[in-house]
């Protein structure tokens, strides 16, 4: 079976940084997308940002200019490199793998990024 684990999140101030990392094992298909999606409580899970297979990148607006997903096909594992990072960026963030024409998707376990003011 597929699994996705995060890890890489953590508390940190207002301004810096942190590296999220999914790493995944089993039978995934490609090509696929890798993204970032994050939650908070009483709000939809919204997309963070995503990469494709063939390197082609995009990202919520509110994270453009600080944010960079980055992936190593060969080891199955997606980055997020978080910088300049705001109060409002405080969220559970999930790993999510779509093979393209195939309705499973994957989800990992999630990961707390809690920026203090």
């Known amino acids: 079976q597929v699994q996705l684990v995060e890890s890489g999140g953590g508390l940190v101030q207002a301004g810096g940084s942190l590296r999220l990392s999914c790493a995944g094992s089993g039978s995934i298909l490609a090509p696929n997308t890798m993204g970032w999606y994050r939650q908070v409580p009483g709000k939809q899970r919204e997309l963070v940002a995503a990469?494709?297979?063939?390197?082609?990148?995009n990202y919520a607006e509110s994270v453009k200019g600080r944010f960079t997903i980055s992936r190593d096909n060969a080891k199955n594992t997606v980055y997020l490199q978080m910088n300049s990072l705001k109060p409002e960026d405080t969220a559970v963030y999930y790993c999510?793998?779509?093979?393209?024409?195939?309705?499973?998707?994957?989800w990992g376990q999630g990961t707390q990024v809690t920026v203090s003011s």
């Open positions: 990469v494709t297979s063939g390197g082609s990148r």
């Open positions: 999510n793998v779509r093979p393209l024409g195939n309705l499973i998707n994957y």
